[in-house]
């Protein structure tokens, strides 16, 4: 059994004005398809063979620079298209809200937070919101590829919203500008996705 890149669930225009869609062709279509058949490269014929993809993250051989980049751009991107939509926006509802308002005070607090992480990471990488067990919710950043469901990275718990700060998610149209894309990513989140998500992994 080998990984397979996903459809995206929507147009690549989709998301436009905030996310453009030659952006999304090259990113889903030859970033993530890269991540993907190196990944399945990197394991095959190994142990890792037939695992899911986050039992193969969380018991990561860190050292192991191709499951590493690969096996994490893999996932890191499969989550980020699910958690956005041409429709999205606005703020979350439910007990999603209210574990935003436990950690962070309000939304708004929050989305100084993450937005924060993002802009703050140096270099390539990402930014998370993720869920601990017991409901917790907390902010973090990760470099490169790395995912808070490696050993010993990030905040460790599963992530439920990610933004990809790589320079390749964003150049095309807003250069060197990352603070306005992470400001139009609030535009194109779909919260319903991640509180099905909280409510999956709390
Ligand atoms: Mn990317």
Sequence with gaps: ????????PYAHDALEPHID???????????????????????GGTDAEGKSIEGILSGLDMNNKAV?????????????????????????????????????????????????????????????????EGGKVEVCATPNQDNPLMPGIGCGGTPILGLDVWEHAYYLNYQNRRPDYVEAFFNVINWDAVAKRYAANK
């Design 1 to 8: 059994m080998s990984f397979e890149l996903p459809a995206l």
């Design 21 to 43: 869609a030659r952006t999304m062709e090259i990113h889903h279509g030859k970033h993530h398809a890269g991540y993907t058949s190196k990944l399945n490269a990197a394991i």
């Design 68 to 132: 590493r980049n690969n096996g994490g751009g893999y996932y890191n991107h499969c989550l980020f298209w699910e958690v956005m939509a041409p429709n999205g926006g606005g703020a979350p509802s439910g007990e999603l809200a209210d574990a935003i308002n436990d950690a962070y005070g309000s939304f708004d607090a929050f989305k100084d937070a993450f937005s924060n992480a993002a802009k703050t990471q140096f270099g390539s990488g990402w930014a998370w919101l993720c869920v601990h």
